[in-house]
């Protein structure tokens, strides 16, 4: 099954980066990373965490903003 880690890092006000991670081999390895708002974001990890929920794949998610913004 695929598995992948997303982590979210605050940069400023509402900027936060996302970095994706994909578990191979039995280790994490770099897959992706991107710039975005705090509130588009969050629309993502609803979307995502429905797919994961349904066994798409196996996401695990770090969240490191101090708050985060509803859609």
Aim: net charge negative; hydrophobic share 40%; aromatic share 14%.
């Amino acid at each position: 099954m695929l598995s992948f880690r997303i982590t979210i890092s605050r940069e400023d006000g509402e900027n936060v980066w996302v970095r994706v991670d994909e578990f191979k081999e039995g280790e994490y390895h770099f897959f992706d990373l991107y710039k975005t708002t705090s509130q588009s974001v969050s629309s993502m990890l609803i979307l995502e965490r429905e797919k994961a929920r349904r066994g798409d794949f196996y996401l695990e998610v770090i969240d490191n903003r101090r708050k985060f913004v509803l859609v």
